[in-house]
């Protein structure tokens, strides 16, 4: 296991988010072998990304403006979030999806921007319900890889993907840990397509302290990117620590 991604969504107010940047700090380290991240919310971010300066704990973006600077009221650019220590950017994440309405041609140019001035982006993607229901999952994943990544330049720079179903994110409702390799197996072929180099997949969607063993024990499973649970200190620190020594 290799990623432990925490996205604190809207949940901490700033304090809030120093603190558990700071706990967070303090637990891990250099040499476990895990790249740690986690995505505060825009106000917050200056003051992590500084709590966290000199630690083994990145920190990233919830999602970038693609225009580097310019007439675009309330958004924050992937150049900016680059300029004040971002390290990743959640790109297309599900609830950027389907509440804000953002389609795969804004998540591409999310995706090219942050590429762009160097951030790591963590694509997410993921079937909805209804997808599942249709039996269209296949379908959705491999259309949201092909407008990500087709004739995508990297220039040298990693990509990282989060598989996270629509239905298991905030509900309690996990994937199936052996689904979730299955699945992952094929984002992973999937991808081979497009990009030469290795790109890590993680699950999420509803990880817990409990579940987590049994997401990164999986061989394709590379990491967990972790909403709720990475919100509160004691949840996010059983979690860590279940993942470390498993
Ligand atoms: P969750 O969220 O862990 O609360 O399901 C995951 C995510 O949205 O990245």
């Not at 380290?29 to 991240?37: N, P």
């Not at 990233?60 to 675009?72: D, E, I, K, R």
């Not at 967990?224 to 996010?236: H, P």
């Amino acid at each position: 296991m290799k990623y432990i991604f925490g996205n604190w969504k809207m949940y901490l107010n700033t304090q809030q988010s120093i603190d558990l940047a700071r706990e967070f700090a303090q637990l891990v380290q250099d040499g476990d072998g895990v790249e740690y991240a986690v995505f505060p919310n825009t106000l917050a971010f200056y003051d992590v990304a500084a709590e966290l300066k000199n630690s083994p704990v990145a920190t990233g973006a919830q999602n970038v403006g693609w225009t580097p600077q310019g007439a675009y009221t309330g958004s924050t650019s992937a150049f900016m979030f680059s300029d004040a220590g971002a390290k990743y950017a959640l790109v297309g994440h599900s609830e950027r999806r389907h509440v804000f309405g953002e389609t795969n041609e804004d998540v591409r140019k999310r995706l090219e921007a942050s590429i762009d001035v160097g951030l790591t982006p963590v694509l997410c993607i993921g079937e909805t319900k209804e997808d599942r229901d249709a039996d269209k999952t296949e379908y959705r994943l491999k259309k949201q890889l092909l407008k990500a990544f087709e004739n995508l330049s990297l220039n040298g720079n990693r990509v990282i993907v989060a598989y996270e179903p629509v239905w298991a994110i905030g509900t309690g409702d996990a994937c199936v840990p052996e689904e979730a390799q299955r699945v992952i197996n094929l984002i992973k072929q999937e991808i081979k397509q497009y990009v030469d180099t290795d790109v890590p997949v993680l699950y999420g969607g509803s990880v817990s302290a409990d579940n987590v063993v049994s997401y990164v024990s999986l061989p394709d499973i590379d990491g967990v990117l972790v909403g709720g649970a990475s919100s509160k200190a004691e949840s996010f620190m059983t979690l860590i620590n279940n993942a470390i020594s498993a």
